[in-house]
C-alpha cells in the first residue's frame, strides 16, 4: 500500500506500545459526575436543570446557546446535588453535579433516530445538533457547524482522521480496531449531511489491524476510500491530512471548506453512529490512561464528568517506584499540563497521560544557533525561529507579517530546537497578542 503523508513533521517517541493492545473497557462508573457547562469551543450551555432534580442517563441538562454552542446531556442517572464553578481541564467551569443511582435508567429521548438510508441531510445534522456531538480529537468544535458550512461554499470531500499521530494515544486505534463499522456509519452520515460523493478514512500504518478492520468494514461502500498514511507527526493535523489525501493546499489564513474538505476525527464519526443508531447523546468516550507511570494503561469508557483521579485508581495509580512528574490531559505534543487530578473529564479528554519526572522538566533555553531545523520540520511552512524572536520582543505586527497566525501549535519546532528555544509558548503568546488585537480591531 503507498502511504500518503504531508511535507515536514517529526517523528517523537511514540510510546504507543504502553496501551495499543488493550482492548477498549468500560470504567467502573463514578458516585458523582461534575459534568462541564463549557467543553467545547463557543459559547457555554445554559443549565436546564435546578439542584434537586431527578434526571437520566441521556437527559438534557444545558442547552446550547447561540450557533457555536454545544448541548451537554447527562452521563447517569441520578440526582442534581449541585451546580457550581469547579475544576477542569485548563481551568474552571459551572459544572452540574449529579449523584449516580447507578439504575442508568434511560431518558425517553434516547431512541433510534431511523435509517439513514431515508433521513435527510438536515435530519442528519438535525440529530449531530440535538446530541452535543463536538469534535472528539481533542478540538471540541461542535460538529452541526462544521458540516454547516457558509452558502457560498462546497463541500467535495469528508476525510476522517484516523492517524492518531499524537504519541501515547492509542483510543483511536482501538475504536477502529473494535468498532469499524461505526467508523464507516458515521463517515456515510458525515458525506449524507454534506451531500459529499468521496470519503477518505486516513489511518497511519503503524495501526495494521485497524487500517485491516476498517478496509474491511468499508469495502461494501466504494464512495469510502481507505488509506494509509506515512507515521509522522502532525500526520492528523486537518491541513496536512487534507493535503495527504487530496493534495490540496489550504490557503493561508483559511477553513478546510476553501478547498473543499470537511475533516472530522474516527471518535466523532463513531458518536454521530451511537446517536443515529441508538439516539444515545455524547455522554462517553474512550479514554487512554497511560505513560510509564501508569501501573496498568488502559483504553476505557469512560462517563462524561468522572474525576480524573477516580480514572488513575481503575488502572492501578502509579507504579511503585516511579516518581510521577507532570499530569497531561490528552497527549505530550498537544495536550494540556495540569495542576491537579481532581478534574473531571470531557468530551474532549482523548487521553490522561502521566510523565516520570526525568520527562517532565523543561531544559534551559540557550541561544539560537540558526541551525534552520525548525523551519525544515514546521509542517505550515513558517519561519517559528522568527516568529518567537518577534514574540519575545513584543513584536506583534512582525510576528503576524510573517504568518504568526498560521501556525497550528503542534509543537515540531520546540520538539526539533537543539538548543530548547521557548518556541511553541511564544509563538502561542504572538497568536494570542494578535487575536486580541484582531478582535479590538473589529469592534471599532
Ligand atoms: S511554528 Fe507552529 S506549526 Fe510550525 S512547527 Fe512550530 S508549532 Fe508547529
Ligand atoms: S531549531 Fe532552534 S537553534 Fe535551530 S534555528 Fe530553530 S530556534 Fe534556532
Given at each position: ?7 515536514g513533521?517529526?517523528h ?19 458516585e458523582k ?30 442547552e446550547?446557546q ?7 446531556h ?12 469547579c ?13 449516580n ?17 431515508t433521513?435527510?441531510?438536515e435530519?442528519i445534522v438535525?440529530?449531530i ?20 458550512p ?17 504519541p ?16 464507516v456509519f ?22 495494521p489491524?485497524?487500517l485491516?478492520?476498517?478496509?474491511e468494514?468499508?469495502?461494501a ?26 493534495g490540496r493546499?489550504v ?14 476525527n474516527v ?8 446517536a ?17 507511570c501508569?501501573?496498568?494503561p488502559k483504553?476505557?469508557?469512560t ?53 516520570p ?16 531545523r525548525c523551519?525544515e520540520?514546521c509542517p ?12 519575545l ?9 510573517v504568518n ?13 530546537c537543539?538548543?530548547a ?24
Amino acid at each position: 500500500m503507498k502511504l500518503l503523508t504531508f511535507k515536514g513533521g517529526i517523528h517523537p517517541p511514540y510510546g504507543k506500545e504502553y496501551a495499543n493492545t488493550k482492548a477498549i473497557e468500560r470504567a467502573k462508573a463514578p458516585e458523582k459526575v461534575y459534568i462541564p457547562l463549557q467543553q467545547h469551543i463557543g459559547a457555554p450551555a445554559k443549565a436546564v436543570v435546578n439542584k434537586g432534580d431527578e434526571v437520566k442517563l441521556g437527559q438534557l441538562i444545558g442547552e446550547a446557546q447561540g450557533f457555536v454552542s454545544s448541548n451537554i446531556h447527562s452521563s447517569v442517572s441520578g440526582k442534581v446535588v449541585d451546580i457550581k464553578v469547579c475544576d477542569v481541564p485548563g481551568g474552571q467551569a459551572p459544572c452540574v453535579i449529579i449523584e449516580n443511582d447507578f439504575k442508568e435508567e434511560l431518558h425517553e429521548s434516547v431512541k433510534p433516530k431511523g435509517d439513514l438510508e431515508t433521513l435527510t441531510k438536515e435530519e442528519i445534522v438535525g440529530i449531530i445538533k440535538d446530541a452535543g456531538i463536538v469534535g472528539m480529537g481533542g478540538a471540541t468544535f461542535p460538529n452541526h457547524v462544521k458540516i454547516s458550512p457558509p452558502p457560498n461554499s462546497t463541500a467535495e470531500y469528508v476525510i476522517l482522521n484516523g492517524a492518531e499521530c499524537e504519541p501515547y494515544l492509542t483510543a483511536d486505534d482501538r475504536l477502529m480496531v473494535e468498532r469499524p463499522d461505526d467508523v464507516v456509519f458515521g463517515i456515510r452520515a458525515l458525506m449524507k449531511s454534506l451531500d459529499v460523493k468521496k470519503g477518505f478514512i486516513g489511518i497511519e500504518a503503524n495501526k495494521p489491524e485497524a487500517l485491516k478492520n476498517v478496509m474491511e468494514a468499508a469495502k461494501a461502500y466504494p464512495e469510502v476510500e481507505v488509506v494509509g498514511l506515512e507515521v509522522k507527526y502532525p500526520q492528523g493535523a486537518e491541513k496536512q491530512l487534507i493535503y495527504a489525501c487530496t493534495g490540496r493546499e489550504v490557503p493561508s489564513g483559511a477553513l478546510p471548506i476553501a478547498v473543499g474538505a470537511v475533516v472530522d476525527n474516527v471518535g466523532t464519526a463513531a458518536a454521530i453512529s451511537d446517536a443515529i443508531q441508538k439516539g444515545m447523546p455524547l455522554v462517553e468516550r474512550i479514554t487512554t490512561v497511560t505513560g510509564p507511570c501508569i501501573a496498568e494503561p488502559k483504553n476505557l469508557i469512560t462517563k462524561i464528568g468522572t474525576k480524573v483521579y477516580e480514572i488513575i485508581d481503575q488502572c492501578g495509580g502509579i507504579k511503585q517506584g516511579v516518581e510521577a512528574g507532570k499530569l497531561i490531559m490528552g497527549g505530550p505534543m498537544m495536550g494540556l499540563a495540569q495542576y491537579t487530578d481532581d478534574i473531571s473529564t470531557n468530551k474532549g479528554s482523548s487521553g490522561i497521560l502521566i510523565l516520570p519526572e526525568s520527562e517532565a522538566r523543561f531544559p534551559e533555553p540557550q541561544n539560537c544557533i540558526r541551525c534552520g531545523r525548525c523551519t525544515e520540520v514546521c509542517p505550515a511552512f513558517l519561519q517559528p525561529l522568527y516568529i518567537s524572536a518577534y514574540s519575545l520582543k513584543n513584536m506583534f505586527d512582525q510576528a503576524e507579517a510573517v504568518n504568526a497566525m498560521d501556525c497550528i501549535e503542534c509543537g515540531s519546532c520546540s520538539f526539533i530546537c537543539p538548543a530548547a528555544r521557548p518556541l511553541l509558548p511564544s509563538i502561542r503568546t504572538a497568536k494570542r497578542e494578535i487575536g486580541a488585537r484582531r478582535r479590538a480591531a473589529a469592534k471599532k
